[in-house]
């Protein structure tokens, strides 16, 4: 290390993951509007296309640029089935920033446990749970009691 450069002591950290239907910005106060929140997804069979949901992840303590990577993974497969990458700049790590996604067409060829996730510059730096599984059937509609 050079005489006098004092190494960055922040790390970039996420502070959440919300998976919702959609978000949307109130342009008179510039608060995000978060609509239909979940956490699993009901499909009738599989593989099934989920149309659209949007991501919110909300990170700091950054200083600097940071390549980032939001994207779905399957638990047990490992395989990452949908993603999305950008860029972001700190110029504090007191700042806050909200990044918005909107992924659109995704498809789930099996039902299970998945991970929602964000990496910058390649290390993760949260993940979620996003549960897909089959719809199941009342009994009602199927003619039992």
């Known amino acids: 290390m050079s005489a006098g450069k004092v190494p960055n002591p922040e ?29 699993t997804i009901e499909a009738s069979a599989f593989p099934c296309r989920h149309h659209q949901m949007s991501v ?10 940071y390549k980032l990577e939001i994207g779905i993974e ?8 949908m993603m999305l990458t950008g860029a972001t700049n700190f110029d504090t790590p007191l700042a806050v920033t909200d990044i918005h996604v909107r992924l659109e067409g995704i498809v789930f060829e099996k039902p299970g446990k998945y991970w929602v996730f964000v990496k910058a510059d390649g290390e993760l730096l949260q993940q979620r749970p996003l549960l897909v599984r089959i719809r199941e059937q009342r009994k009602a509609e199927m003619g039992h009691d």
């Open 56 to 65: 919110l992840a909300t990170l700091t303590n950054g200083n600097g640029e």
């Open 74 to 81: 399957h638990e047990q497969s490992g395989v990452t089935i």
């Open 11 to 39: 790390v970039l950290s996420c502070i959440s993951i919300i998976v919702c239907n959609d978000i949307y910005r109130d342009e008179a106060s510039k608060n995000l509007i978060l609509v239909g929140t979940f956490n």
